[in-house]
T-cell receptor, first 119, second 114 residues
Framework: AQSVAQPEDQVNVAEGNPLTVKCTYS??????LFWYVQYPNRGLQFLLK??????LVKGSYGFEAEFNKSQTSFHLKKPSALVSDSALYFC?????????????????FGTGTQLKVEL | SQTIHQWPATLVQPVGSPLSLECTVE??????LYWYRQAAGRGLQLLFY??????ISSEVPQNLSASRPQDRQFILSSKKLLLSDSGFYLC?????????????FGPGTRLTVT
């Protein structure tokens, strides 16, 4: 079965510094990978995805993620963190061979990493 | 553009009472629909998904049920709530477009069972 791991419960960064939120995946075949952000008491917002192609994927709000097949990783990055980036970040994976009955897509989410950006 | 709504935003219900949470999607047709529960502000658990009207699949056995009476409406229900049903309930949708696999989430409903 497909899975993702987010090894850090919390990441602390000073504003203006680069940030990295880590994600590793386990899936047979080609992975489809996603990053989401969740602000307190809100739904998840889609940031970016990797399906195929360039290993560096650019997304919303200046975020990007680097797909590394040999290390089975898909780390989220931003060159310069903002206090407003403080939120809960989720990595997710879809196993392309796992198609819900009728064609729906099942995503498996990591446990989340709390990002704190301080002045 | 597409919008997903959930209501109510918050709900406090006593143990043993019924539950009905509603989710609607605007600006698209024939979406895939999903119900998730998020406990303790962290991990998401897929509860139900639907690929069409009246078509519901359950991912985990539990005290809850789901229905899809209309194309863009998804309802989560319970006949008798348990304390363990407390949590943050998220509805999501995904389009039926080749090459599009991401899901888009609603604002959520915070349910507290007392």
């Amino acid at each position: 079965a497909q899975s993702v791991a987010q090894p850090e419960d919390q990441v602390n960064v000073a504003e203006g510094n680069p940030l990295t939120v880590k994600c590793t995946y386990s899936v047979s075949g080609n992975p489809y990978l996603f990053w989401y952000v969740q602000y307190p008491n809100r739904g998840l917002q889609f940031l970016l995805k990797y399906i195929t192609g360039d290993n560096l994927v650019k997304g919303s709000y200046g975020f990007e993620a680097e797909f590394n097949k040999s290390q089975t990783s898909f780390h989220l990055k931003k060159p310069s963190a903002l206090v407003s980036d403080s939120a809960l970040y989720f990595c997710a994976v879809r196993d392309p061979r796992y198609i819900l009955t009728g064609g729906g897509n099942k995503l498996t989410f990591g446990t989340g990493t709390q990002l704190k950006v301080e002045l | 553009s597409q919008t997903i709504h959930q209501w109510p935003a918050t709900l406090v219900q006593p143990v043993g009472s019924p539950l009905s949470l509603e989710c609607t999607v605007e600006g698209t047709s024939n979406p895939n629909l999903y119900w998730y529960r998020q406990a303790a502000g962290r991990g998401l658990q897929l509860l139900f998904y639907s690929v069409g009207i009246g078509q519901i699949s359950s991912e985990v056995p539990q005290n809850l049920s789901a229905s899809r009476p209309q194309d863009r409406q998804f309802i989560l229900s319970s006949k008798k709530l348990l304390l363990s049903d407390s949590g943050f309930y998220l509805c999501a949708w995904s389009p039926r477009l080749a090459g599009t696999y991401e899901q888009y989430f609603g604002p959520g409903t915070r349910l507290t069972v007392t």
